[in-house]
């Protein structure tokens, strides 16, 4: 059954500095819907830690935002040359790195070659500064209820090593996932060939269609999914190679066998498998990020179920609203005889972000998000999924985005298969776009399950001294 919980809450402001503001926080239960187009869908991957560690020549790996073209010859970039092929974006694709407060970045020519400290990257197993290429507006088709979808984005981005001396670009990444949780991610490999034994090999490639990942257990929300593609104990034929595969140390493994048959072109290849080396466990495969907007539903679709709770923050003086109490009177349910039901509802009367300190960004702030409990007794245990979008933040100073805001979602309860949506950075692409909060399939353990999500805000430099807030809408679909 649909049910509509309206919830109120605060969830930002800025003064001089950001501070806790009203706001509201509503919960609707809309029916599930089937395949939906989508034309927003934005992935993220930092792809593995080797592709922005350090290297030994020519300072480090790291990604570029489009295609770099033809530079000739297999060579360290220089700064001049640099500042016409060193992009951090291009078009729907974007370069970004975490900071030191774990925010998603641009970096820089200067920088680009820095880890999160501002260390200079090095060869050691540990360094990277974990740059992560972004497609923006992908577009397709995803059915939720189903576990599949069939997004593609346009754009490229460049992979470049060695300082330079090799790259490779991919295009037009196509995303494909099936009901069992199958799929792959595929792309156009393009670029010119070069050999580290030989630096006067330059050869332009053929563009190749390549299996960037492959997954096996893609479990996908309402509105994306965060999955860690095949690597470890993946076998490949490395026959004209830089090195054999290594499948005796911990955690060997490999990208896909068309990917390291281009690689094998690019001079790359053993960056892309297992060979022995005391970096090997920089190869391994990164957890790859997509998230799309969830379809608009008409609240009014819902039955009106109970208020939760009010909270008011002012800037100078506070004044939240008494707490409604959650008990519903008229269901006197009998302790001893339960009825089965389905039930969200918030503990906590508070959201404040306190004041935000300034930063090269702009201003930064965090909290934490009530906690959202999920009571699910029903005998049928059908899935259910829950699900958040944050408004612009307004006030009377002017606006700025919702994505501004982030989450890291954390849980515990007795519903053990139910999964926890993923860290969502703030800007990157933050909440201005519906995130799952928790999911689960049909067939899921009954009891409960308690969701606590650690907010942050990175609101953008130059907005103006103000007071600001949002409206979090949750909704749950069961």
């Known amino acids: ?44 991957w930092s792809i593995n830690a080797e592709s922005g560690g350090g290297a030994y020549f020519g ?54 070659c820095k880890d999160a400290d501002g260390a200079t990257v090095n060869t050691s197993a540990s360094s990277s500064t974990h740059n992560q290429l972004n497609f923006a507006k992908g577009t397709g088709s995803v059915d939720a209820a189903k576990g599949t979808a069939d997004i593609t984005w346009k754009g490229e981005a460049s992979v470049v090593y060695y300082g330079g001396m090799t790259y490779w670009t991919l295009s037009d990444p196509h995303l494909s996932i099936d009901a069992d949780g199958t799929g792959t991610l595929t792309a156009t490999g393009g670029g010119y060939g070069a050999d580290m034994n030989d630096t006067t090999k330059w050869v332009k490639l053929k563009d190749t269609q ?12 309402e509105d994306g999914f965060t999955a860690t593609p095949e690597y470890k104990g993946v076998k490949v034929d490395t026959d004209g190679g830089m090195s054999p595969q290594n499948t005796t140390a911990d955690g060997w493994g490999s990208f896909p066998q068309d990917f390291v048959d281009f690689q094998i072109q690019t001079g790359q290849s053993s960056y892309w498998y297992s060979s022995g080396g ?14 799309w907007s969830a379809p608009e539903e008409d609240p009014s679709t819902g039955d009106e179920g109970e208020k939760t709770g009010d909270v008011d923050v002012d800037v100078d003086v506070p004044t939240p609203e008494d707490p409604t ?18 039930k969200v509802t918030l503990s906590g009367d508070s959201a404040t972000l306190g004041t935000a300190k300034e930063n090269n960004a702009g201003f930064s702030a965090s909290g934490t998000l009530p906690t959202v409990t999920v009571k699910d007794t029903r005998t ?26 982030g989450w890291e979602p954390k849980g515990t309860g007795t519903i053990t298969d139910a999964t926890v949506g993923a860290k969502v950075e703030a800007n990157n692409p933050g909440l201005g776009t519906s995130q799952t909060l928790i999911s689960a399939k049909d067939g899921h353990k009954t009891g409960t399950a308690e969701v606590k999500a650690a907010l942050t805000l990175q609101a953008p430099a130059g907005t103006a001294a103000g007071s600001y807030s949002s409206t979090i809408t949750i909704t749950t679909i069961h």
């Not at 297999?74 to 970004?96: C, L, P, Q």
Request: charged share 20%; with cysteine.
């Open 210 to 221: 390549i299996t960037l990942a492959t997954f096996k257990d893609a479990k996908m929300g």
């Open 59 to 112: 300072g480090c790996n790291f990604l570029v935002a489009g295609n770099v073209g033809d530079l000739k010859s297999s060579h360290v970039w220089t700064a001049d040359e640099a500042a016409s092929v060193y992009k951090t974006t291009a078009g729907d694709v974007s370069i970004t790195k975490p900071n030191s407060a774990g925010k998603q970045v641009a970096p820089t020519w200067a920088d680009k």
């Open 380 to 405: 049928e245990s059908s899935a259910f999924h829950v699900n958040a979008v944050a408004s612009d933040f307004t006030g009377d100073a002017g606006s700025f985005s919702g994505k501004a805001l």
């Open 278 to 291: 005391q970096a090997d466990v920089r190869k391994t495969a990164d957890p790859i990020a997509l998230s």
């Open 325 to 342: 109490d959650p008990t519903d009177p008229t269901d006197p349910t009998d302790p001893a005889d339960p009825k089965p039901e389905f």
């Open 1 to 44: 059954m649909n049910t509509l919980l309206p919830l109120r809450r605060s969830v930002a402001a800025l003064s001089g500095a950001l501070i806790a503001s009203a706001g509201a926080f509503a919960l609707f239960a809309p029916s599930a819907s089937a395949a939906e187009k989508v034309d927003d869908a934005s992935l993220s």
